[in-house]
């Protein structure tokens, strides 16, 4: 098992191009996520996926869209990326927990991708 | 005031020596405690959660929570230089189902 892939590792942008950020989790699981990573700020949810087919607007989702392809991928989409979105982007993946949890708990990162706008 | 605060470090103990690294939160609605380690250039991977106030041990790792302090603490006996990561702890609040995720501490131990 692979567990959750990211695509690209790296990525610089100019400011207002665009791009996606691709992710793939090969454990089964309902919930995916996307999150940032900045310095002092620590993990904030940017949307998640509770199941193939719905999305939802997480802490910071101001600049990003989301497609859940199906139920193994979840994409991030900056439209006109801006210098703010510097940052190291993970997604996630989670089992869902009986009793309606959504089984956060258990989350699976991926291997993060690296951001650079100028 | 953050809902989860985490002393960012960094901390440096010498190899052998336990370590304690610890989280305070404000929101008593959080009912699930994580910690997450994170090596440098990868993403967190779990480590241990529990539900409970007390004590969870899992090998040289010890999960502790006291919700009537707000508080939790991870231990880590007979460190050694393969636990050199960031240790984030999380808490999730079911009434609204939201993970929150501390800043995160940078810890080293020296061979």
């Known amino acids: 098992n692979a567990g959750v892939t990211q695509t690209p590792k790296f990525q610089v942008l100019k400011t207002g191009q665009s791009m996606t950020l691709q992710c793939a989790q090969d454990?089964?699981?309902?919930?995916m996520y996307w999150y940032r990573q900045d310095p002092g700020m620590g993990l904030r949810l940017i949307y998640y996926?509770?199941?193939?087919?719905?999305?939802d607007k997480g802490e910071v989702p101001n600049g990003y869209n989301v497609s859940r392809l199906n139920k193994r991928e979840f994409s991030l989409r900056l439209e006109s990326a801006a210098p703010s979105q510097t940052s190291v982007y993970f997604c996630?993946?989670?089992?869902?927990?009986?009793?309606?949890?959504?089984?956060?708990?258990?989350?699976?990162f991926g291997p993060g991708t690296r951001l650079l706008v100028l | 005031q953050k809902e989860v605060e985490q002393d960012p470090g960094p901390l440096s103990v010498p190899e052998g020596a336990i370590v304690s690294l610890n989280c305070t939160y404000s929101?008593?609605?959080?009912?699930?405690f994580m910690w997450y380690r994170q090596y440098s250039r990868k993403g967190p991977e779990l480590l241990m959660y529990t539900y409970s106030s007390g004590n969870k041990e899992d090998g040289r790792f010890t999960a502790q929570v006291d919700k009537s302090s707000k508080y939790i603490s991870l231990f880590i006996r007979d460190s050694q230089p393969s636990d050199s990561a960031t240790y984030l702890c999380a808490m999730v609040n079911f009434g609204n189902e939201k993970l929150t995720f501390g800043t995160g501490t940078r810890l080293t131990i020296i061979p």
């Open positions: 996926s509770a199941s193939e087919g719905t999305t």
């Open positions: 929101n008593s609605a959080f009912q699930y």
């Open positions: 996630a993946s989670s089992e869902v927990t009986v009793g309606g949890m959504r089984g956060q708990e258990t989350q699976y």
């Open positions: 454990m089964n699981h309902n919930s």
